[in-house]
């Protein structure tokens, strides 16, 4: 499973990237407004740091000045992947840039038939939201697993971009459903790394390292 930060931060992308762990990122404008950055030239510092796809998205509604806005972004480096919204216009942006050969992340997805739509406009990504679905009471997670379903039953291509992440527990089970990529914030990435029993298991090493004097360097 791929492994992309969902943030504008820089400093955050770079931090996970020298481990390994940044196989590509996601920005949104709500992420950009929150970075207080100019969205061309952040997103051209996170397109030089990380080698995978970079996810920018779309500011207008209608399709031709969604595919403009596209086209402008495909300009800032090599790995953009164009964002646009599950609307109609979305998906009529997201077939051309495809088209074109533009990688393409359709995003505000929240049911399997938008995502059977997405696919069949092209999309290279599709953003499930799973936290939000949560939010209000429905199961972000089933919203995975039938879109893995559906796109396993026809072998669409589309990978399955697991967005909305909250929680390390939304990571083990989109890695149990086979989600072919999870994006969420460098905090969700970090806290994956703890456990109860290592933090005790290290305090109990820590303290016979001490009474023993074991020394290595
Ligand atoms: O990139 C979009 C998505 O990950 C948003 O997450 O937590 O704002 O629902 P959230």
């Not at 936290?131 to 995975?144: A, C, K, P, S, Y």
């Not at 149990?176 to 905090?187: F, L």
Request: hydrophobic residues 45%; charged residues 25%; glycine residues 6%.
């Amino acid at each position: 499973m791929k492994f992309f930060v969902d943030t504008a931060e820089i400093p955050a992308i770079a931090e996970l990237n020298a481990l390994g762990m940044v196989d590509g990122v996601t920005t949104n404008p709500s992420l950009i407004k929150k970075s207080g950055r100019d969205i061309l030239e952040v997103t051209k510092e996170i397109c030089d740091l990380v080698d995978g796809p970079v996810s920018a998205e779309v500011t207008a509604t209608d399709a031709d000045t969604m595919i403009a806005e596209g086209r402008k972004l495909l300009e800032i480096a090599e790995n953009i992947a164009v964002k646009v919204p599950l609307t109609w216009d979305g998906l009529k942006a997201c077939k051309v840039l495809s088209d074109d050969g533009a990688m393409v992340n359709v995003t505000l997805c929240f049911s399997a038939n938008q995502a059977l739509l997405a696919a069949k406009a092209g999309a290279t990504f599709i953003s499930p939201f799973i936290g939000r679905l949560d939010d209000i009471h429905m199961d972000g997670m089933e919203l995975i697993e039938d879109i893995r379903i559906i796109y396993d039953n026809y072998g669409f291509e589309t990978q399955i971009l697991a967005a909305s992440i909250r929680t390390a527990n939304h990571v083990l089970d989109c890695a149990r459903i086979g989600a072919d990529v999870i994006t969420a914030p460098p905090s969700v990435i970090k806290a994956l790394v703890s456990h109860p029993l290592t933090d005790k298991g290290l305090e109990t090493f820590l303290a016979d390292i001490k009474s023993a004097g074991i020394k290595i360097l």
